[in-house]
């Protein structure tokens, strides 16, 4: 306890003990990071992400100048333009089209429903009068 003072009858302050714990350990990392130690892990850690990121320009720039790779490159336009002018791409985008335009309807009518006023037709259907001999107030 941070309170060597106190009297056994008391209770111990809970709050305080808390603040005093995190301040121990704010001063516990603080001085961890300070020290040399961390900053040589930090340093290691810097050269080893620049490194790779050195070998990963390298691998990226030998794929791109990779006759093969430019050749499935080339392959897939070729295969998508195909796509892109055949009846299957042409019926595709057809029914999506009308498949959305149908949603698009479906929603503006459920929306229609949801802002018409309460007062409309009723949720349940028509009311039955259970006492037919009494009158109106």
Known sequence: MSQPDQKPDQTPDLGAELRELGQQ????????LES???????QELLNGLRMIGEQVQVAVKAIANDPRVQELAERGQQTLHQFQQSQA?????????QGIAQLNE???????????????EPATGET????????DF
């Open 128 to 135: 039955t009068r259970l006492d037919p001999d009494k009158d």
């Open 106 to 120: 479906q929603l503006a009518e459920f929306i229609k429903r949801m802002q018409s006023p309460a007062g409309g």
């Open 25 to 32: 350990i704010e001063a516990a990392l603080r001085t961890a």
């Open 36 to 42: 040399e130690r961390a900053r040589q892990l930090q």
């Open 89 to 97: 791409a042409n019926d595709l985008q057809q029914t999506l089209a």
